[in-house]
């Protein structure tokens, strides 16, 4: 079978061209071709001589993943659902702001941590995503972006991105961490380390290893400010419990991009979102256990998360008024706190609630099928003419006023 060269990082890359006996020179010029370029076949890499073309024609494919369906919000957000086989899907979502545009990206099919609140969590464990169905999410996204908004380098539509989406990252330690190089290498998508963001529910050693690795920036989801409450939220907490996790949060800190760790915390109506909760929390900031004992002091940020509901979990959103009141005891201690604004509703594509309903596994090819036909297809947008530069993308599908930026538009520099 034909190699995937979406599964390779430059230095991988460099080391499979070596055994083609091509120097390293010509790995870069091929990098990027695919990533740079959004290239998806050899033939239109012209600065590459015939005869590699044609070895690479032989040996390799740039193995896009099949398109289930895109889906745009009035708001700008863009969801693409992927087909990985076997009847799974994944999804990405694109969130345009004013500032940046940001790519939530997932890991795995389903997810085997099993968050009470998690839709993933609820469908179980299906796979490992590789490392190739990984960096191909961004890949699609940034390219087929470019040519919507009728972006030409150094401009690029994504420069943020999170493991946000379906799958627990550091359970796929091996593909996530040459996806990651992939992210960020300068002859790549040259994005900054403090611009990728890896999501973990508390996986303690992968934590480690991911500072040794590739430390870019790290999110964790907290959920609950002691471990009674977080085991039964987060199941993984039984293993890791809270004292560890924040132990390897302060380790973090020593090579992380920024001087803080995000923890996310999804507000839970009635189960983690009271005031006393709020000061429980601000205390584990500072360095203080549930039960007064001295733990590791993590400088932090909050994020807390609206809830989206579905029915199998048995939970309800915080009220507005409560996430606010939650929020500021939390800044009222010096605590930098923001509430996520809820994006893209209207295809349900708030980041980190990808699946928009829960079925059993076994049903999953059915569910497939179905969505094919449920989910509005958006014409591919390669053949159709560029839409002029200063239309939102939103504006393109004729569903917003169009406006004067492109919403996800920027310079690289
Ligand atoms: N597995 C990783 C990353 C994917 S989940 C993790 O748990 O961190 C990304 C974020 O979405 C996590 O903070 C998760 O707690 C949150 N999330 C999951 N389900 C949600 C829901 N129904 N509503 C709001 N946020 C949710
Ligand atoms: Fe997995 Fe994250 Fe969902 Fe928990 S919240 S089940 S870790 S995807």
């Given at each position: 079978m034909a190699v995937n060269l979406l599964d390779f990082d430059l230095e991988g890359l460099a080391a499979w061209c070596e055994g083609l006996g091509e120097k390293r020179f010509r790995a870069v010029q091929l990098f990027r071709w695919i990533h740079q370029k959004g290239a998806g076949d050899f033939a239109a890499m012209t600065d590459l001589a015939r005869s590699l073309r044609e070895k690479l024609q032989q040996h390799a494919e740039i193995r896009a993943l099949p398109v289930f369906g895109e889906q745009r919000s009035a708001d700008g957000t863009v969801k693409w659902l992927f087909d990985v086989g076997g009847g799974n899907a994944v999804e990405a979502v694109f969130i345009p702001e004013a500032d940046r545009g940001t790519l939530c990206v997932s890991s795995q099919a389903g997810c085997a941590v099993g968050c009470r609140f998690c839709s993933t969590g609820h469908q179980g464990f299906s796979r490992n995503l590789s490392t190739g169905e990984i960096v191909a999410q961004l890949w699609h996204a940034e390219h087929s972006l470019r040519r919507a908004l009728g972006l030409a380098p150094p401009e690029r539509a994504i420069d943020n991105v999170v493991m946000m989406g379906m799958g627990e990252p550091l359970q796929n330690y091996a593909a996530l961490v040459p996806a990651l190089r992939v992210f960020l290498d300068d002859h790549g998508y040259g994005l900054s380390r403090r611009r990728v963001t890896v999501s973990t529910s508390g996986v303690v050693p992968m934590i480690d290893r991911l500072r040794e690795d590739c430390s870019v920036a790290l999110a964790v989801s907290l959920h609950a400010p002691d471990d009674t409450l977080r085991e039964s939220l987060v199941p993984l907490n039984r293993k890791y419990p809270l004292a560890e996790l924040l132990a390897a949060c302060r380790r973090y800190l020593d090579r992380a991009p920024r001087d803080f760790i995000t923890f996310e915390y999804c507000m839970l109506d009635g189960v983690n979102d009271s005031d006393e909760q709020a000061r429980a929390l601000v205390r584990l900031a500072a360095g203080q256990g549930p039960a007064g004992e001295a733990w590791p002091r993590v400088p932090c940020k909050f994020n807390l998360?609206?809830?989206?509901?579905?029915?199998?979990?048995?939970?309800?959103?915080?009220?507005?008024?409560?996430?606010?009141?939650?929020?500021?005891?939390?800044?009222?201690?010096?605590?930098?706190?923001?509430?996520?604004?809820?994006?893209?509703?209207?295809?349900?594509?708030?980041?980190?609630?990808?699946?928009?309903?829960?079925?059993?596994?076994?049903?999953?090819?059915?569910?497939?099928?179905?969505?094919?036909?449920?989910?509005?297809?958006?014409?591919?947008?390669?053949?159709?003419?560029?839409?002029?530069?200063?239309?939102?993308?939103?504006?393109t599908v004729g569903s917003a006023p169009s406006t004067t930026t492109p919403a996800g538009a920027r310079s690289a520099a």
């Open positions: 998360i609206p809830f989206n509901p579905f029915p199998a979990s048995g939970l309800k959103r915080s009220p507005r008024e409560r996430v606010l009141a939650f929020a500021a005891i939390l800044q009222d201690a010096g605590i930098v706190t923001t509430v996520r604004k809820t994006r893209g509703d209207d295809i349900d594509a708030a980041c980190g609630q990808l699946a928009g309903e829960v079925l059993d596994r076994t049903q999953a090819a059915e569910r497939l099928a179905r969505r094919r036909v449920d989910v509005p297809l958006v014409a591919a947008p390669s053949n159709a003419p560029a839409p002029g530069r200063g239309r939102s993308l939103a504006s």
